[in-house]
Nanobody, 123 residues
């Protein structure tokens, strides 16, 4: 069972910066793609950014040029550096990770979510 420990978050002013971290532990074989999603009340959870083991990234258009995702594969940890924060970035941010594990004679994949961390940006 993979556990995702999120840290960072809190309150920031518009134009400010913040870093979120997410460390995965308990993987049976490997942690694959890791990412961050966010959700506000009454809206669907949306992808913010994700990063593969090889370092390929995918970011939402709304955060391109402001947010950067990175990871430390040795620590199974991903980071989201958020710059030029806007009030519209206010949301609960969720870490997401894919885990590969051995199922009989093949590699299977499942995924996990963190508990979520509040990010509030004041204007």
């Amino acid at each position: 069972q993979v556990v995702l420990m999120e840290s960072g978050g809190g309150l920031a002013q518009a134009g400010g910066a913040m870093r979120l971290s997410c460390a995965a532990s308990g993987a049976r074989l490997s942690i694959e793609t890791m990412g961050w999603y966010r959700q506000t009340l009454g809206k669907d959870r949306e992808l913010v950014a994700e990063i593969s083991v090889g370092g390929n990234t995918n970011c939402a258009e709304s955060v391109k040029g402001r947010f950067t995702i990175s990871r430390d594969n040795a620590k199974d940890t991903t980071y989201l550096d958020m710059n030029r924060l806007e009030p519209e970035d206010t949301a609960v941010y969720y870490c997401h990770a894919e885990e590969d594990y051995l199922a009989w004679d093949r590699v299977a994949r499942t995924d996990y979510w963190g508990q979520g961390i509040q990010v509030t940006v004041s204007s």
